[in-house]
């Protein structure tokens, strides 16, 4: 069965700093590229970061370029998101997903897995 565990969310102040982990089981790391997503109240899911199969290379919404970073260790299976200057619009529950082989785009519906969510809530 594959599982995807997401954890790291808590409350933070505009400014601050959070850094979210996605432990993976029941898949062969290497040949998924993995996502985090993040869905506010009312809103619809949104892409938030990708890393291509093997680390090939990441990819960001326009809106966290350069306050987030994607990445992955490949030992244990996990994949974290660094949040970094956190503003309340990202407040979110995030979710991490995998989708198999080297993949993109922020399509839910194109992603093979997903995990259960860990709330962001950044305070103004």
């Known amino acids: 069965e594959v599982q995807l565990q997401a954890s790291g969310g808590g409350l933070v102040q505009t400014g601050g700093s959070l850094r979210l982990s996605c432990a993976t089981s029941?898949?062969?790391?290497?040949?998924?590229?993995f996502a985090w997503f993040r869905q506010a109240p009312g809103k619809e899911r949104e892409g938030v970061a990708i890393?291509?199969?093997?680390?090939?290379?990441?990819y960001y919404r326009d809106s966290v370029e350069g306050r987030f970073t994607i990445s992955s260790d490949d030992a244990k299976n996990a994949v974290y998101l660094e949040m970094n200057n956190l503003k309340p619009e990202d407040t979110a529950v995030y979710y991490c997903?995998?989708?198999?082989?080297?993949?993109?785009?922020?399509?839910?519906?194109?992603?093979?897995?997903w995990g259960q969510g860990t709330l962001v809530t950044v305070s103004s």
């Open positions: 890393i291509g199969i093997g680390d090939s290379s990441t």
């Open positions: 029941g898949l062969t790391f290497d040949d998924y590229s």
């Open positions: 997903a995998a989708v198999f082989g080297l993949d993109y785009n922020f399509t839910p519906r194109d992603y093979d897995y």
